[in-house]
């Protein structure tokens, strides 16, 4: 079956740790976009992706890297240098390039809690 | 900047109660409105796309209308299965959603 896979499901991390959330997907889409959902404030864009090897920050970059070595991965890393790093992470791809506004499709979510 | 306002933030209905949900939208150029349902814990789902003012479409009970400044979910008889928060976005920046309960 067609769609993104995101690994882990939960995760826990301590303070002043790196973590890789993993997103995958088989849906030969160009584009591919990590938001975080925080409740009461919607998602918000952390990243986004076009083509491989090319990426642009969305609003809350900050404390954020991402990767887009294959078309099909684009790993997001939350760095300790994110304050607030405690939320639910949704990783979603769309077909097509610039201009094309097609519907997202998403994946399942990560939530990552920092202890 | 592309800003999307949804309201009520909360509805509660009672089965077979019929009401509306509300995406008032500030855009630069419309490349699409998008609607999406959200289950607790997971990925939003794709319901509806509109292009253009006067467009609508419609899926089992939902019918998505759009305006030049809004749009509207319409819920129609809904049953306690159409529990779920509903997202509106433009294209890439959503809004807070409505969470949508609907008591047997």
């Known amino acids: 079956d067609g769609g993104i896979t995101q690994s882990p499901k939960y995760l826990f991390r301590k303070e002043g740790q790196n973590v890789t959330l993993s997103c995958e997907q088989n849906?030969?889409?160009?584009?591919m976009y990590w938001y975080r959902q925080d409740p009461g404030q919607g998602l918000r864009l952390i990243y986004y992706s076009q083509i491989v090897n090319d990426f642009q920050k969305g609003d809350i970059a900050e404390g954020y890297s991402v990767s887009r070595e294959k078309k099909e991965s684009f790993p997001l890393t939350v760095t300790s240098a994110q304050k607030n790093p405690t939320a639910f992470y949704l990783c979603?791809?769309?077909?097509?390039?610039?201009?094309?506004?097609?519907?997202?499709?998403f994946g399942e979510g990560s939530r990552l809690t920092v202890l | 900047e592309d800003q999307v306002t949804q309201s009520p933030e909360a509805l509660r209905l009672q089965e077979g109660e019929s009401s509306s949900l509300n995406c008032s939208y500030t855009v630069s150029g419309l490349r699409g409105l998008f609607w999406y349902r959200q289950d607790p814990g997971k990925g939003p789902e794709f319901l509806f796309t509109?292009?253009?003012a006067g467009e609508e479409k419609e899926k089992e009970r939902l019918k998505a209308t759009l305006t030049k400044k809004e749009s509207f979910l319409h819920i129609t008889a809904p049953k306690p299965e159409d529990s779920a928060t509903y997202l509106c976005a433009v294209p890439n920046y959503f809004g807070t959603g409505t969470s949508l309960t609907v008591i047997p």
């Open positions: 849906l030969n889409h160009d584009a």
């Open positions: 979603a791809s769309r077909m097509g390039v610039m201009g094309n506004t097609g519907e997202l499709f």
């Open positions: 509109l292009y253009s």
